[in-house]
């Protein structure tokens, strides 16, 4: 299995804590979308299984019309053998990145019955008016409710939202409030992030200015705590840092993992995936790949069948730590015997001298030390210093 993520770098108006490449002119668009398609057809023989998984991210993929989404989607799929053995089949998870505002019923019912999306990732953020306003998104709470509401009537059973914390004046009693309003919408998965203040965004030039400030350290761990508290006592799997996926809908109990965004688990599960688009990255197991972050330069290179401006080919070191860093995020946590099978030796030493200084710490655990493929995980206050235990693990 495989997965293509597809990037649509454009956005009606940039949100002032975004450092995604994303692009407000639109003069490019019918030929960016072509070009995404040429990219796709020059470079779908990379990956050597059956596409599974497919994600439109961006920018906000939900500034494409009918006709452009259409268009797109119909030429990527017409490439059959590129998603399985059986050429009826389709792959079993398309996700699609929206913004509340953009989801008409005409446009939700467009994409129900007329394009394969079967999970909708809505970039929500807040259920608080001001909030909204302050980091500047369009939509209101209203629009949000409703347009999952609609989703939802109009049969789309996979929805997941993005909330934020951590935003300028959010207090424990706002950000239950969010959480609530989201755990009553009845929805399958929930991400939620700490804001991160970028350098360059307009948030950090506000804060720097001292025209906004953001919680302390303190009232965002707190914040974060106060999440995974309040989701996994309302039946979601915290399997992911900043993801969570229900465990019951409609009052019936489901299989673990059965919400979890397969796309993004492929992300942390070593899976590759090819990224096509400006700024879009891809990994080929041996190999990362990136796309240039320019939509004229990026149709050019195309045209000249050189989309792509950076390889990387991974070493031994470079693996081990992205297995670190992967492994104290999720749930899953980080497996020894992995470890001691694929790297060496002196890898292994080096991993299990440093566990061991960090279980005495009280900052990663292991239930079962008894047997050596035990995984080990974060403990709570590890979880609070998740890069400082990467930073102790990996190998320099």
């Not at 939900?62 to 792959?91: G, Q, R, V």
């Not at 999970?119 to 209203?142: M, P, V, Y």
């Not at 309040?230 to 019951?248: G, I, Q």
Request: glycine share 4%; hydrophobic share 30%; net charge negative.
């Amino acid at each position: 299995m495989s997965g293509l993520y597809i990037h649509i770098p454009y956005c009606k108006q940039r949100c002032i804590y975004c450092d995604f490449y994303s692009c407000a002119t639109k003069e490019s668009k019918k030929e960016y979308l072509e070009c995404l398609i040429k990219e796709f057809e020059c470079r779908k023989q990379e990956l050597k299984e059956p596409i599974t998984t497919i994600y439109l991210g961006g920018g906000t993929p939900s500034t494409l019309t009918k006709e452009e989404l259409s268009f797109l989607f119909s030429n990527i799929l017409k490439n059959k053998e590129s998603f399985s053995n059986k050429t009826e089949d389709l792959p079993l998870e398309i996700t699609f990145e929206a913004n509340p505002e953009h989801l008409t019923k005409d446009y939700l019912e467009f994409l129900k019955t007329s394009t394969p999306i079967n999970r909708l990732s809505l970039g929500i953020q807040s259920f608080n008016n001001d909030d909204l306003k302050t980091i500047g998104r369009k939509h209101t709470k209203e629009q949000a409710i409703e347009a999952i509401h609609q989703a939802q009537e109009i049969g789309f059973n996979n929805i997941s939202i993005d909330l934020m914390f951590n935003l300028p004046n959010m207090t424990k009693e706002k950000w239950q409030h969010n959480l609530n309003q989201a755990i009553s919408l009845n929805i399958q998965h929930i991400s939620a992030y700490s804001l991160s203040v970028e350098e360059g965004t307009m948030i950090d030039t506000l804060i720097k200015k001292g025209k906004l400030s953001i919680p302390s350290e303190e009232e965002q761990l707190n914040q974060f705590d106060q999440t995974i508290d309040v989701l996994t006592n309302n039946n979601f799997e915290h399997y992911e840092t900043s993801n969570y996926a229900s465990l019951k809908v409609n009052d019936e109990w489901l299989m673990v993992n059965g919400w979890m965004s397969k796309h993004n688990s492929s992300y942390w599960n070593n899976t590759p995936y090819l990224g096509i688009g400006a700024s879009a990255h891809s990994f080929l197991g041996e190999e990362r790949i990136w796309n240039i972050a320019n939509i004229k330069e990026y149709i050019k290179r195309v045209k000249a069948n050189k989309p792509y401006s950076e390889k990387e080919t991974l070493t031994q070191k470079d693996k081990y730590n992205e297995y670190i860093l992967v492994g104290i995020r999720i749930k899953e946590g980080i497996n020894p015997n992995y470890i001691k099978t694929n790297f060496p030796p002196a890898f292994y030493a080096h991993f299990q001298t440093q566990a061991k200084k960090l279980i005495e710490e009280g900052l990663l655990k292991q239930e079962n030390p008894i047997k050596e493929e035990t995984p080990y995980t974060l403990t709570r206050e590890g979880s609070h210093l998740a890069n400082r235990i990467a930073v102790n693990l990996f190998i320099d």
